[in-house]
């Protein structure tokens, strides 16, 4: 069955050998998703939305389909459409715009935003830099707060008693934005206390969701955010793209974030009106080739669901075993709901010597801080080594890890 599934991926007899466990950092790609993109570049290689003859027309029909699709996939809202950017990072650059700018008109939708107490943002300890920065950047000269929730040392949620209370005494949360499932760990977070919290309040509620789209759709759905932030490039799709997943009235609302061609109802000298969203947030020619290949990589990731959730349990409860008996420490294993992403550190080994010398064995993991710099600091540790896994590993990867932590502990005298 495995045979089948890697077959279906040309990096596997490009590179005999490897045992590739760094699909947190991107997915591979399957032969169909390659195909669309070539299909695109080599076939239909024109533009979309302006051309009025049939072939532009109808690429513009495909890349509607997908935009259809990825909404779909992550969402059961009436009215949710998704805005093409260029990843998760590019979708909470425009969304901490967009929610703290005075211009969006968004009240009616989330009453927090009518409180004449202080605003603030309520974001973890556990988040990917991408979506900690770009409120940043916009918080203190727009008059926000940002509030973060407490991590454990083995990367759990730990708020203290009556957290969101006492913040409520002294700011309203506007704003909650948190990463459904950790990329450093794998940990899904139990995310339902904020989103009734959010309900009851009248806060956004977003999800990260670089990770869990292929690891956990099901429960981003159950969860019905207001916003879903994921990239194509970790469900088995090209780099340069993803979405911002929202319902179509509240983006209608939302001040615009880049200006230019395709955005625009009229320019003239003094002003300009916009198009309603999501064209209003799509400033500029779309990575349309790669848009094809987002929408054959949505339908591989549909018809492997339950394929892709046997295998992370049956990895996971594999790994958790070996890893646990491998004399090195392991993070999240504590927690309730997990994927197979496993960061590790080898005592008195750097992380960094730890991936060089695993290269050196033909396994490719990730070593450093993971673009999750709070992480880091509430585990206690600079860098770990991350070992993440996909449908298409084996135990045979899982056991060949293991020889390859043996083998570093060796040349470290550990
Ligand atoms: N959030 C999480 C949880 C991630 O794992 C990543 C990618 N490592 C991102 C956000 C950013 O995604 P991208 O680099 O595709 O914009």
Redesign the pocket.
Same mark, same amino acid.
Request: net charge negative; with cysteine.
């Given at each position: 069955m495995q045979k089948d599934i890697r077959a279906g991926f040309p990096f596997f007899p490009a590179n005999p050998g490897i045992v590739y466990l760094d699909s %947190? %950092?991107t997915s591979l790609k399957p032969q169909g998703v390659i195909d669309a993109l070539t299909k695109y570049n080599a076939r239909e290689s024109v533009n979309i939305h302006r051309g009025v003859y049939r072939l532009s027309q109808r690429a513009t029909d495909t890349v509607e389909t997908v935009r259809k699709k990825a909404a779909e996939f992550v969402s059961d809202a009436a009215e949710s459409t998704a805005v093409f950017t260029k &990843?998760?990072?590019?979708s909470f650059n425009l969304l901490a715009h967009t929610l703290t700018s005075a211009k969006s008109d968004i009240k009616d939708f989330f009453p927090a935003y009518t409180s004449a107490k202080p605003a603030a943002i309520l974001l973890s300890d556990s988040e @990917?830099h %991408? #979506?900690i920065v770009p409120w940043q950047i916009f918080a203190a000269e727009r008059g926000y707060k940002i509030f973060f929730i407490p991590v454990d040392g083995d990367g759990n949620f730990a708020p203290p008693e009556n957290f969101l209370e006492d913040i409520s005494a002294s700011h309203t949360v506007r704003i909650i934005s948190l !990463?459904l499932q950790s #990329?450093v760990t794998g940990i899904i977070h139990d995310l339902a206390p904020y989103r009734t919290f959010a309900a009851e309040t009248g806060a956004v509620f977003i999800i990260?969701a %670089?990770?869990a789209v292929i690891h956990a759709p099901e429960t981003i759905k159950a969860l019905n955010p207001d916003f879903v932030c994921y !990239?194509a @490039?970790?469900l088995f799709g090209a780099t340069g793209v &993803?979405v911002l997943v929202g319902r179509k009235p509240v983006l209608d609302n939302c001040d615009v974030y880049q200006g230019g061609g395709g955005m625009i109802a009229l320019v003239e000298r003094e002003k300009s009106t916009y198009l309603e969203a999501p064209a209003k947030f799509e400033a500029g020619t779309q990575a349309v080739g790669e848009i094809y290949a987002f929408g054959a990589a949505l339908d591989f990731a549909g018809e492997n669901q339950s394929a892709i959730h046997s295998t992370d349990n049956d990895l996971r409860h594999y790994a958790d075993e070996r890893l646990q008996a491998a004399g090195i420490r392991v993070f999240g294993l504590s927690a309730k709901s997990r994927s197979p992403i496993y960061s590790f550190e080898i005592p008195g080994v750097h992380a960094h010597d730890t991936g060089t010398l695993l290269d050196e064995q033909d396994i490719c993991v990730r070593a450093g801080h993971h673009?999750c710099q709070l992480l880091m600091r509430s585990l206690g540790v600079p860098a770990t080594a991350r070992a993440s896994f996909l449908f298409y590993n084996t135990r045979d990867d899982v056991d060949r890890l293991i020889d390859g932590i043996g083998y570093v502990k060796k040349i470290f005298r550990k």
């Open positions: %947190a %950092a &990843g998760t990072t590019d @990917h %991408a #979506n !990463s #990329n990260d %670089a990770q !990239s @490039h970790k &993803g673009c």
